[in-house]
């Protein structure tokens, strides 16, 4: 389809492990953001990228959790040393410029469920 | 701490009934509001959002919302629900100068026919 796709849509994994969730964007969009969704809580902002760079990262909880997106279109968010704390869904979203720009609407992915056991 | 508030957590209605889900935000100057709504199973979509100009904005499938800026406030309304409204329903604000949305807690709203 047309839309945010992300991968994978489930992961369980233990306490330690690393752990990779992938990003693909709508095409042409240049603006990609993460965000993390705990049970009952609204998406809380991680990190966005305009282009291959990350323009802000001062969402990320620490320094386990870092997010690439080398070529400018597909992002990774790879989290090292996973623990129970980290479950959560991690949402990927995208748009045309920075907030949306004018339009102001990010286009929401599924989201990755992560389960730390 | 600046933030997004939505003081609804779980709202339960009738069909026909009218809604109104309130938000309130901590951000001074210049903010962009919009309120986000995820069906069940689907992924969040926008549902309306005001940016400026005429503070009642008007969305899909019958909703509006009123920008009340001495109140920092962006309330959700529709005069009457249907079932296939229950979703849940975020409050999101892009505060001045940044590129950031944030949102708030959520609210869960069940119409039962």
């Known amino acids: 389809g047309a839309g945010v796709s992300q991968t994978p849509s489930n992961k369980v994994t233990e306490k330690g492990k690393y752990v990779e969730l992938r990003c693909d964007p709508i095409s042409g969009h240049t603006a990609l953001y993460w965000y993390r969704q705990s049970l009952g809580q609204g998406p809380e902002f991680l990190i966005y990228f305009q282009g291959t760079g990350a323009a802000d990262d001062s969402g990320l909880p620490n320094d386990r959790f870092f997010a690439v997106r080398p070529e400018g279109s597909v992002s990774t968010l790879k989290i090292q040393r996973t623990e129970r704390g980290d479950s959560a869904v991690y949402l990927c979203?995208?748009?045309?410029?920075?907030?949306?720009?004018?339009?102001?609407?990010?286009?929401f992915g599924e989201g990755s469920r992560l389960t730390v056991l | 701490a600046q933030s997004v508030s939505q003081h609804n957590h779980h709202v339960i209605l009738s069909e026909a009934a009218s809604l109104e889900l309130g938000c309130n935000y901590s951000?001074?100057?210049?903010?962009?509001l919009f309120w986000y709504v995820q069906y069940p199973g689907q992924h969040l979509q926008l549902l309306l959002k005001y940016f400026s100009g005429d503070p009642l904005v008007k969305g899909i499938k019958g909703f509006e919302a009123e920008f009340i800026k001495s109140k920092f406030s962006f309330n959700l309304r529709k005069p009457s629900v249907q079932w296939s409204d229950t979703a849940e329903y975020f409050c999101?604000?892009?505060?001045?100068?940044?590129?950031?949305?944030?949102f708030g807690t959520g609210t869960r709203l069940q119409v039962f026919p």
């Open positions: 979203a995208s748009s045309l410029e920075l907030a949306g720009g004018h339009t102001g609407e990010l286009f």
């Open positions: 951000y001074g100057g210049t903010v962009n």
């Open positions: 999101a604000v892009i505060p001045y100068n940044t590129d950031k949305l944030i």
